[in-house]
T-cell receptor
């Protein structure tokens, strides 16, 4: 079964600190995504990747970096965390084969609080 | 850019009521359309999709029809149950494998 694992599940950070959120998938999917979820905004795309070594900016990339060192792993990096980045973050993977009607598989989320 | 609009932020129904959640999209080209469902403490999970005009997607009693003319993909269910209480997301998938989600609709079904 498709599996996307996020770590940590909960994180408390200080303003100005560096935060790294990690995501691992065992689906052998080429594409991976980072979304944040906020009330009233739903899921908004931060960064995505088409494969190892590639990262693309999503709709709200400011203040975030992404890293895709391997097929399986995709990290989201907050170099200087701010309280406005307090949110729930979801990682997802998707198959790149065929037309773009493929299902996304989501992890369980990381709840981040920046104080 | 591409976008998805869900009209209802919250919906409260009684069991056996009819459900409609409205979804309209704006996109260049011919996107695929999806519905996802999210239960408390979990990530969103795929419900169903449609990829061409007039195609109906369905799963677990839920259904929606791709309407290119009105740029809509409304979610419907004839008789909801308490177990359907969740957040529902409409989404579109574009030609470059970018997926855009709506703001979500929280459904609460009262027994």
């Amino acid at each position: 079964e498709a599996a996307v694992t996020q770590s940590p599940r909960n994180k408390v950070a200080v303003t100005g600190g560096k935060v790294t959120l990690s995501c691992n998938q065992t689906n052998n999917h080429n594409n991976m995504y980072w979304y944040r979820q906020d009330t009233g905004h739903g899921l908004r795309l931060i960064h995505y990747s088409y494969g190892a070594g590639s990262t693309e900016k999503g709709d709200i990339p400011d203040g975030y970096k992404a890293s895709r060192p391997s097929q399986e792993n995709f990290s989201l990096i907050l170099e200087l965390a701010t309280p406005s980045q307090t949110s729930v973050y979801f990682c997802a993977s998707g198959d790149a084969r065929g037309r773009p009607q493929n299902t996304l598989y989501f992890g369980a989320g990381t709840r981040l609080s920046v104080l | 850019g591409d976008s998805v609009t869900q009209t209802e932020g919250q919906v409260a129904l009684s069991e056996e009521d009819f459900l409609t959640i409205h979804c309209n999209y704006s996109a260049s080209g011919y996107p695929a359309l999806f519905w996802y469902v999210q239960y408390p403490g979990e990530g969103p999970q795929f419900l169903f999709r449609a990829s061409r005009d007039k195609e109906k997607g369905s799963s677990r009693g839920f259904e929606a029809t791709y309407d290119k003319g009105t740029t809509s993909f409304h979610l419907r269910k004839a008789s909801v149950q308490e177990s359907d209480s969740a957040v529902y997301y409409c989404a579109l998938g574009t030609g470059n494998y970018k997926y855009v989600f709506g703001a979500g609709t929280r459904l609460k079904v009262i027994a």
